[in-house]
């Protein structure tokens, strides 16, 4: 019998009943808020819909922000968080300019005029914290329809996350909760390593 249940701290025991729901309801799929992000959100979902981050992918995470914009995962979970700060435009953004580089030269151009309205001009409907020189100088750009017409926003956009969202990220309610429940599970099965007492002493005699 198994008696690593009954040795974990009851914190333990409520947090692996609960943490598994409160997290698979904040990695729910957003509303999409533009054509283009629901064709980008839809291939993201599909290798990460209904799984949960493991302590290992938590800890990758922590190493650095580029290992959480580089995870399917991680940009999902990050994506999730700044939902709940009210800024998932910025990630968003980077995602749509990742997405806008690889689309077929011949549409470019109408691709590039899109995202700029959808997120750079004054005023758009998930308009990204840019300065005014660099709206300006994307503004420009576009009209070429190059690949790295959104090359310079999307940094800037990239190191506000890095240096303000990215940090408090790391502190959340969210991450915590991961760690909380992979610790719990580890002292679970540590538990269940003992062998039970009675079969023991039933082998000894």
Not at 71 to 78: A, C, K, L, P, Q
Not at 129 to 141: C, Q
Request: proline share 4%; aromatic share 8%.
């Amino acid at each position: 019998m198994c008696k690593g249940l009954a040795t974990l701290p009851a914190t333990c025991l409520k947090s692996a009943k609960d943490i598994k729901h409160k997290i698979s309801f904040l990695l729910q799929k957003p509303e999409p808020q533009a054509v283009d992000q629901k064709e980008i959100k839809e291939k993201t979902a599909t290798t990460v819909t209904k799984r949960v981050p493991n302590a290992a992918e938590v800890e990758k995470w922590k190493e650095s922000f580029c290992h959480v914009m580089s995870s399917e995962m991680g940009r999902t979970v990050f994506t999730s968080f700044l939902k709940s700060e009210f800024s998932q435009e910025n990630v968003d953004f980077w995602i749509a300019c990742e997405d806008y580089k690889k689309t077929p030269p011949s549409k470019m151009a109408t691709k590039a005029k899109q995202m700029y309205q959808q997120y750079v001009e004054a005023d758009a409907p998930n308009e990204v914290n840019l300065d005014a020189a660099t709206r300006e100088k994307t503004r420009r750009e576009i009209e070429s329809g190059s690949p790295s017409c959104f090359d310079e926003a999307q940094k800037m956009i990239y190191n506000l996350m890095e240096k303000d969202s990215y940090r408090r990220f790391l502190k959340s309610k969210m991450i915590q909760e991961i760690c909380q429940k992979e610790s719990c599970a580890a002292q679970e099965k540590k538990g269940c390593d003992w062998p039970d007492s009675r079969q023991v002493l039933a082998g000894g005699a």
